[in-house]
């Protein structure tokens, strides 16, 4: 009973309308968590893990909650943050797409957390927002989201958004389990499914002749899943896997000195690794520490083209995987360095992320406003410091593939806006009666009909479409960490490409004298088991 009272209170406080009292606006003004925002006359909402960590709240349900706090501000995600605001200034400036039409935008620092990514999906479907200069209470026009990054992340805000029937559009989430329209009917995303990964990797294992592998997935949806489509696909192929591993989300030192151990006393010398790059990177640093040598790591999508991994952890040199796509994506460096942290719209990452990275505070008494904490440093920002003159992930635009997966998901959108509006000039200009949804005033179900029926050619060569679950064509670049000149970081390589709209047969092209394996070997025989060998530990 009590949870059916809790419902009820939910859902009337969610069916409130434009209509709504100074109160209404306060309320949800408090629940609202925006970062970034800039009017428009039709806004998108954005969700991003733009920090990596939540700060464990103290409740004593005496008091209002403060405003929740996070640390552990995440450089490559702010500048996906950022690439959305580009995007979207660029679709503004663009005389043929949206004509007329000026987007705006409200983007939401999620920190990876399931209950605040619930809290600010609420916050963009729940009406009203907060007031606006016309004193009007205002919300984003358009009822979709852009996000999550994670998968266990965008499975929760959808079923939440089933409830509205909003939909959500990923740029991240490669889970199996996205594509099941049984439980997830409003998901859509321009990331292939990790169906298709798991796939190509059974049969680039296969391709090499590996029949003893060792496996380990991350504590989430995307390992767990991953790791279990690509051990039956491995199996059917004819290949033994020697271990599977479940890697915690915060693993104490002996649960990694555990896997590490396992690592190095298998007989399998390839591992195959689903984890994103912070559930990974803690076995790295451990299997380094206990200089575990001889095995040939196979990465996942999500880790990759891991900056982070692949500058500090040179020895893996020979690291093979396949990548998402990437992009050259034109005036993008440009824009990342133009960066002002104190400008308007005011964006508080923005300042955070100027005081890390020049190690400066600014002398002005106006709060950060960002979900972390504020440092305070010794020197004084002057805010003419150079952002050009450093070299961080911020401003690396070699490696552009979840970045040009965002570019998609947020044309995708425009796309569907653009045809939205096409429409209604068509209908207008005959007799027949409007029968055209109002692009400042959509229903959900109109912008899913449009988001199904979304074809488009973009300036890249790509076409962007989503199949009947809602999945983008599969296409992969297939990527080898090689040693830099001059002793240099390790340097990604494209080796080869995956493609599955293509016949099977031609799907998979490798270029084979290209790769470097571990220890700088250019001999794929050296990482298949013996055959007494593997004879021996299948007997034993």
Request: net charge negative.
């Amino acid at each position: 009973m009590q949870l059916l009272q809790v419902t009820t209170l939910l859902l009337s406080l969610l069916c409130t309308t434009h209509s709504a009292s100074e109160a209404d606006c306060d309320r949800w003004q408090d629940l609202d968590s925006a970062v970034v925002h800039k009017d428009g006359q039709v806004i998108l909402a954005g969700m991003f893990p733009i920090h990596s960590k939540g700060i464990e709240q103290q409740l004593d349900f005496t008091s209002s909650p403060g405003k929740r706090r996070c640390r552990g501000l995440n450089l490559r995600v702010f500048r996906w943050l950022q690439s959305m605001i580009y995007f979207i200034e660029e679709i503004n400036r663009d005389p043929n797409l949206l004509p007329n039409i000026t987007l705006g935008y409200r983007i939401y620092d999620t920190c990876g957390l399931v209950a605040l990514s619930m809290r600010t999906a609420l916050s963009v479907v729940s009406q009203p927002l907060k007031r606006n200069s016309t004193g009007a209470c205002s919300s984003p026009t358009v009822p979709l989201i852009i996000g999550d990054s994670g998968s266990t992340l965008s499975m929760s805000i959808s079923r939440l958004l089933n409830l509205f029937s909003v939909p959500l559009v990923s740029y991240f989430a490669s889970c199996a389990c996205l594509s099941d329209k049984q439980q997830f009917p409003y998901f859509f995303r321009t990331i292939p499914s990790d169906a298709y990964q798991a796939s190509a990797l059974a049969r680039l294992v296969k391709h090499f002749g590996w029949t003893w592998v060792g496996a380990m997935g991350g504590d989430d949806a995307y390992g767990r899943t991953a790791l279990d489509m690509f051990t039956t696909e491995v199996t059917r192929l004819g290949v033994c896997v020697a271990f599977r591993v479940i890697i915690p989300k915060l693993p104490s030192q002996l649960q990694l000195q555990d896997i590490v151990k396992t690592i190095r006393d298998s007989t399998a010398r390839v591992l195959v690794a689903f984890a994103i790059e912070e559930d990974i990177q803690p076995v790295v640093e451990e299997t380094v520490r206990q200089k575990v040598m001889g095995k040939q790591w196979v990465a996942s999508e999500a880790w990759i083209t891991s900056t982070l991994i692949s500058t500090n952890y040179p020895s893996f040199s020979g690291t093979i995987g396949f990548a998402i796509r990437r992009a050259e994506i034109p005036g993008l460096r440009t824009f990342l360095h133009s960066l002002q942290p104190l400008a308007d719209p005011y964006n508080p990452s923005a300042r955070e992320f100027w005081e890390t990275q020049f190690q400066c505070s600014f002398n002005t008494s106006t709060p950060v406003g960002s979900m972390a904490d504020p440092v305070h440093y010794n020197r004084i920002c002057t805010g003419q410091e150079k952002i050009e003159d450093t070299e961080t992930i911020y401003n690396d635009v070699s490696q552009l593939r979840v970045t040009y997966n965002l570019h998609k998901a947020v044309y995708a959108v425009a796309h569907v806006l653009h045809n939205l509006l096409m429409c209604k000039k068509e209908e207008s200009s005959t007799d027949k009666p409007q029968q055209c949804p109002d692009i400042y005033n959509l229903q959900p179900w109109q912008v899913i009909q449009y988001l199904k029926e979304v074809n488009y050619t973009n300036v890249f060569g790509d076409t962007v479409y989503f199949d009947e679950y809602g999945d983008p064509v599969a296409s992969y670049d297939l990527v080898n960490w090689q040693n830099g000149t001059e002793g240099g970081p390790l340097q990604f390589v494209t080796v080869g490409r995956f493609d599955a709209s293509l016949p099977t047969e031609q799907q998979l092209v490798l270029h084979q004298d290209s790769i470097v394996w571990q220890a700088g070997s250019r001999e794929v025989n050296l990482l298949r088991i013996p055959a007494q060998l593997q004879l021996l530990t299948h007997l034993g």
